[in-house]
T-cell receptor
């Protein structure tokens, strides 16, 4: 099976712009989670989607949003970008609904740089 | 809030020496997972521990879950250059979210 794929892999934006990142889970996986990874804060949970519904959300401002499509592909959007949003954004998929008890398969990430 | 402490933050060892990273919580955990992230890579699942006092081994890696389910450790025997990377614990406080530790970055001196 193909692994989790994320596009684009690298992105440069300027402050105030918005960005959309895409994640395609492993075939058959229905849950997608998003994480922000920075050197200072480590891996921070953004949100989790299962069957097109947001099941859990981390402590991020409303500028961060996401959605999941019927084919389980997911997108996350960040509006009004700030310098502090520069990070590696990782998505992870799991087969079922018990995200916290299942193996998370991570994609390669999208590295976002905000100038 | 519920937090997990992972120590040490960095560890430099001579090749062949042992390595241990610890994950500590002030509250009881439902389960804990361990991941490894190679430099420039993404986290890769290693193991999950669920039961109190559980010990699991994968070749040179030994994972332990404390009796009180508040701490865990990952021990690598006789490190090799392929062990280089950052090791993360990810814990479940019972709130359906995984909280990752800050990670321990392991470097090997050949």
């Amino acid at each position: 099976k193909a692994g989790v794929t994320q596009t684009p892999r690298y992105l440069i934006k300027t402050r105030g712009q918005q960005v959309t990142l895409s994640c395609s889970p492993i075939s058959g996986h229905r849950s997608v989670s998003w994480y922000q990874q920075t050197p200072g804060q480590g891996l921070q949970f953004l949100f989790e989607y299962f069957s097109e519904t947001q099941r859990n959300k981390g402590n991020f401002p409303g500028r961060f949003s996401g959605r999941q499509f019927s084919n389980s592909r997911s997108e996350m959007n960040v509006s009004t970008l700030e310098l502090g949003d520069s990070a590696l954004y990782l998505c992870a998929s799991t087969p079922g609904a018990a995200q916290v008890k299942e193996t998370q398969y991570f994609g390669p990430g999208t590295r976002l740089l905000v100038l | 809030g519920q937090q997990v402490m992972q120590i040490p933050q960095y560890q430099h060892v001579q090749e062949g020496e042992d390595f241990t990273t610890y994950c500590n919580s002030s509250t009881t955990l439902s389960n804990i997972q361990w991941y490894k992230q190679r430099p420039g890579g993404h986290p890769v699942f290693l193991i999950q521990l669920v039961k109190s006092g559980e010990v699991k081994k994968q070749k040179r890696l030994t994972f332990q879950f404390g009796e009180a389910k508040k701490n865990s450790s990952l021990h690598i025997t006789a490190t090799q250059t392929t062990d280089v990377g950052t090791y993360f614990c990810a814990v479940n406080f019972g709130n359906e979210k995984l909280t990752f530790g800050t990670g321990t970055r392991l470097t090997i001196i050949p």
